[in-house]
């Protein structure tokens, strides 16, 4: 067997290769939960180790570990073997990405905001309302790079991207035009989102049998994308790919003026 970097001359199915592990997993607790809406919850989560945990750039991420055992069981810290994270046993643990917020590197703290979805390892356990549990955070993971000079601006995304774009409407330069849309599945989990002079917010409401990110999609398509607009948009893996059809393919945007990111899949557990 050979591992990624060594000399190798044969077939490259013969090559195992070997991830960069990710940062280390850094411990905290659950310090607080206030429920946003009845869809999203802010969970405070604080301790030493998250001491000099700096986020750069808007719409970053950090990796999330969960309790194994559910809310209010004790944390378990896998392992890193070379590919993935397991435990001991084989299996998979529960860490699930999330938008880090209101960071505060020199006291040891972040905010997550989780859509309370429904099914899912991260969904009940923040609708549990964890306070106290031990949970870990490694990370973070790139942001949004913003171009200071851009003129227009389009960010589009689903409830999963709620947390990121009210980061982004705190940050985006204010002589910027914004034109965001956000899907929802349910009115509940509209919120109030940072103001800024230039945007124009419309929120869409996906009907329950609507395929995730098709409302958005619909809003999109009925909106000009002059020269020169970034884009910045994610949600459901296959919903987003079908905005990046339209922008990059139909309309002929650059790709390096989009971002868009699959953040969940539908039917699929923790794949974003
Ligand atoms: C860079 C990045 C940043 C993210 N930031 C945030 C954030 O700030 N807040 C946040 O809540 N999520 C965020 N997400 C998405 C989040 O990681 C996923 O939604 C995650 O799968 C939820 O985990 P779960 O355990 O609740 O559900 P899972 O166990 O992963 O999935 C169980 C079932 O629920 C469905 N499901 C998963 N997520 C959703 C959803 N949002 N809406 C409807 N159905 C869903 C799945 O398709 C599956 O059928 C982010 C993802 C990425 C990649």
Not at 25 to 39: D, G, I, K, S, Y
Request: with cysteine; proline share 8%.
């Amino acid at each position: 067997m050979l591992v990624a970097g060594a000399v190798h001359t044969g077939p490259m199915s013969d090559v195992v290769r070997l991830r960069r592990p990710p940062p280390d997993f850094r411990r905290a607790v659950v310090t607080e939960v206030a429920l946003r809406t009845p869809r999203l919850a802010t969970i405070t989560l604080t301790g030493p180790e998250l001491v000099g945990f700096e986020v750069d750039e808007p719409a970053a991420s950090l990796r999330l570990l969960l309790p194994r055992g559910g809310v209010g069981t004790s944390l378990e810290v896998p392992e890193w073997d070379g590919n993935e994270f397991r435990f001991a046993d084989g299996a998979r643990p529960p860490i699930r990405t999330l938008t880090p917020l209101a960071v505060d590197a020199a006291v040891g703290s972040v905010e997550v905001d989780v859509v309370l979805h429904g099914e899912g390892a991260l969904s009940t356990w923040a609708a549990a309302q964890p306070v106290g549990d031990q949970v870990a955070v490694s990370g973070p993971g790139r942001g949004y790079e913003v171009d200071p000079d851009a003129e227009r601006f389009l960010v589009v995304g689903d409830e999963s991207a709620l947390p990121a774009i009210g980061q982004l409407l705190g940050v985006l330069p204010q002589h910027a035009h914004i034109d965001v849309i956000v899907e929802v599945g349910d009115t509940a989990a509209r919120i109030d989102l940072p103001a800024h002079p230039g945007a124009d917010v419309r929120w869409c409401d996906l009907g329950a049998d609507d395929a995730p990110g098709s409302a958005m999609l619909r809003e999109v398509e009925g909106l000009s994308t002059p020269d020169g607009v970034r884009v910045w948009a994610a949600g459901e893996a296959a919903g987003v790919q079908r905005l990046r059809n339209l922008l990059s393919k139909e309309r002929g945007l650059p790709r390096s003026q989009t971002v868009i990111r699959g953040y969940w899949k539908h039917g699929r557990t923790g794949a974003g």
